[in-house]
């Protein structure tokens, strides 16, 4: 059973800073990409940023020079350092686990609960 566990959601001003957390867990060999995707309310699940277990990164042209993504692939954990906080980024991040290799299979997709992220005054 692989879990993923999100943290670092919350309330903050417009041009503020939040870091989010996603730790996996379970029986897990390897993992080829780690990612974060949200939803806003009326839209659907978008990309926000990704990164290989090379290191090869992918961002939204929306959050480009704000956001950063990185991972710890001892600890099966990505990171998502979010700054200069816009009302537009409002959504439930989710982490996604994409390839998962575990001891007899590959799972193509695991996803986090969610955790909500809100920017305003």
């Known amino acids: 059973q692989v879990q993923l566990v999100e943290s670092g959601g919350g309330l903050v001003q417009p041009g503020g800073s939040l870091r989010l957390s996603c730790a996996a867990s379970g029986s897990i060999f390897s993992i080829n990409a780690m990612g974060w995707f949200r939803q806003a309310p009326g839209n659907e699940r978008e990309l926000v940023a990704a990164?290989?277990?090379?290191?090869?990164?992918n961002y939204a042209d929306s959050v480009k020079g704000r956001f950063t993504i990185s991972r710890d692939n001892a600890k099966n954990t990505v990171y998502l350092q979010m700054n200069s906080l816009k009302a537009e980024d409002t959504a439930v991040y989710y982490c996604n686990a994409h390839g998962v290799r575990l001891a007899y299979q590959v799972v193509n997709d695991y996803w986090g609960q969610g955790t909500q992220v809100t920017v305003s005054s």
């Open positions: 990164i290989s277990s090379l290191g090869g990164i």
